[in-house]
C-alpha cells in the first residue's frame, strides 16, 4: 500500500510539497519512526476525538507525547474524550486500522496541532498504512495545518 488516495488528492489540492518514505511494516507509530530511523518527535500522530456535542476533532502531535486533556479542553473550552476504534475505522476506512493520517482536514474533520512539532525541521506523517510515512519540510508543514488551530497541549511519555 501506499498513502491514501484521499490524503495525496488533498496534498496535491494545498500545493503541499512531499516526499513518501517506505519502510518495514510497523505496529505503532513510535515503532514506524524506529523502523524509518527518524526521531519519533519529528513523526506526528492523529488522535481522533470527540467533545460533550458529538462534534470530531483530529489532535496532532509528536508520536513520543500524550494529549493532556485538561490542557487541550482548557483551550477549546470543549470536553473531549477518545473516539471508539470501531467509529475511527468507519471514518478512515480508507487506512489500515491504528495507521490514521494527521491531515484531518482531508476527512472534513476540524484539527489542532501541538506546537511542539512547529520546532521541527522535518515533520513525517502516517501515511494511512503501516509501511508508508509523508515527509514534509516544516515549511509545507504549517502551510498544511494553515487555519488550524495550534498550542501545547501533550507532554512526553517515557517510554
Do not use: W
Request: with cysteine; proline share 3%; net charge negative.
Amino acid at each position: 500500500m501506499s498513502i491514501t488516495t484521499r490524503v495525496s488528492d488533498y496534498l496535491q489540492a494545498q500545493q503541499i510539497q512531499y516526499d513518501v518514505i517506505q519502510h518495514a511494516h510497523s505496529a505503532s507509530s513510535l515503532d514506524s519512526a524506529k523502523v524509518a530511523q527518524i526521531s519519533a518527535m519529528k513523526l506526528a500522530k492523529a488522535v481522533v476525538l470527540e467533545d460533550h456535542e458529538g462534534r470530531h476533532m483530529m489532535a496532532i502531535l509528536p508520536s513520543t507525547n500524550k494529549i493532556s486533556f485538561h490542557k487541550l479542553e482548557d483551550e477549546m473550552s470543549r470536553d473531549f474524550h477518545l473516539l471508539s476504534e470501531q467509529d475511527v475505522y468507519k471514518i478512515f476506512k480508507d487506512c489500515e486500522p491504528g495507521a490514521v493520517p494527521p491531515v484531518g482536514h482531508a476527512y472534513h474533520m476540524d484539527s489542532v496541532y501541538d506546537e511542539l512539532l512547529s520546532d521541527q525541521k522535518d515533520i513525517f506523517l502516517e501515511g494511512g498504512d503501516h509501511q508508508t510515512l509523508i515527509h514534509l519540510k516544516s515549511s509545507e508543514f504549517k502551510k498544511l495545518m494553515a487555519g488550524c488551530r495550534h498550542s501545547r497541549f501533550s507532554g512526553e511519555v517515557y517510554h
